[in-house]
């Protein structure tokens, strides 16, 4: 299986990196704009082969999308990231032209490939994606909760002063600091309802902290977050190549579910060969629900920017 990442930057890079550590793929091309920046990544990484124990090939090219060519997932990293104080919305100018001008050279490339959308903001971008592309809607996928689901599982772990694999959790909605909506009502301790070992105050505070867990490390980092993005990317593009039918939250296309059409937002998906093989639509409370519709009405905002 071939793997596009485009942009080498720190996710593309991350990305690239768990999916050859991962050793599910036969190659992954890495591509970026800047002259030898991929190339130079590239050969980095394959320089961790021998060390790191995997087989899976990755080249770099600088822009030469003929080197795409037959891809089984693409996944679009490029873009400008926030820095300390932005917001996702505020990269729209910037990166709305290189998304475009990006998934069509891939799709040209690839017509049957299945595109990940990372580039913020996120959901607007995968709705893009969708308007400028003849693509089915199963094949476009944004990733946004399934770096949210981990950093609230992370919130929810510390909190509960637990093991994350005991901890299990979902944030859907918007990728925003506003739009996140995470289901503390249905996340478990091994089964059992957080609720039962916290309090509402304790939640709320995983909640809030959980919104804010891409600004936090911004403000950290003096950009945007690479590792967690990376693995979530690269867990999405595993369950679609090894076709394990894993559910994650994506942002997907809308056409009814949830009380919403014609926009991008986070959902549970079943991912498989096909892409999203499946909306899951689960019951929702009153105040879930009035969060889901705040939360559209946030994307929609910015997708009428576009
Ligand atoms: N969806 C998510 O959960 C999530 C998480 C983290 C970051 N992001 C977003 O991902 C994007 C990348 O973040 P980053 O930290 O890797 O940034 P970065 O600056 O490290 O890397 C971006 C790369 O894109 C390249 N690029 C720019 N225009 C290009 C083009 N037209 N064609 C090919 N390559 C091009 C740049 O040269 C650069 O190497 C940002 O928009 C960021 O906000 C999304």
């Not at 090219?61 to 996702?88: E, H, L």
């Not at 510390?158 to 909605?173: F, K, R, T, Y």
Request: proline fraction near 3%.
């Amino acid at each position: 299986m071939k793997i596009t990442v485009v942009g080498a930057g720190a996710v593309g890079a991350s990305c690239a990196e768990y999916i050859a550590i991962k050793n599910f793929a036969s190659e992954v091309v890495l591509l970026d704009i800047k002259e030898g920046y991929a190339e130079g990544k590239a050969m980095d990484l394959m320089q961790t082969a021998s060390l790191n124990g995997f087989d899976t090939k990755i080249t770099g090219v600088t822009n030469d999308y003929s080197k795409t060519a037959n891809s089984d997932v693409c996944v679009i990293t490029s873009g400008i990231p926030r820095k300390p104080g932005m917001t996702r919305e505020e990269l729209i100018g910037i990166n709305a032209g290189i998304v475009k001008a990006v998934s069509s050279s891939l799709i040209e490339h690839s017509p049957k490939t299945i595109v990940i959308v990372v580039s913020n903001p996120m959901d607007t971008m995968a709705y893009l994606v969708h308007k400028s592309t003849n693509l089915p809607k199963n094949r476009i996928i944004g990733m946004g909760g399934a770096l949210d689901s981990a950093r609230f599982k992370y919130r929810l772990a510390e909190a509960l002063g637990g093991p994350i694999s005991d901890v299990d959790g979902m944030v859907i909605g918007g990728h925003s600091d506003t739009g996140m909506i995470p289901l503390t009502r249905l996340a478990t301790r091994n089964g059992v309802s957080v609720s039962e070992f916290l309090s509402e105050d304790r939640l709320n505070q995983v909640k809030e902290d959980t919104k804010v867990g891409g600004a936090t490390l911004t403000k950290l980092l003096g950009t945007s977050a690479w590792y967690a993005p990376g693995a979530a990317v690269s867990g999405m593009v595993q369950a679609i190549v090894c076709d394990t039918k894993k559910v994650f939250p994506c942002s997907a296309l809308l056409e009814g579910e949830y009380g919403f059409s014609d926009i991008c937002l986070g959902v549970p998906v079943i991912l498989g060969k096909n892409g999203i093989e499946e909306i899951i639509t689960i019951t929702l409370n009153d105040a879930e629900k009035a969060n889901m519709a705040e939360s559209a009405k946030g994307v929609k905002a910015v997708n009428d920017l576009l």
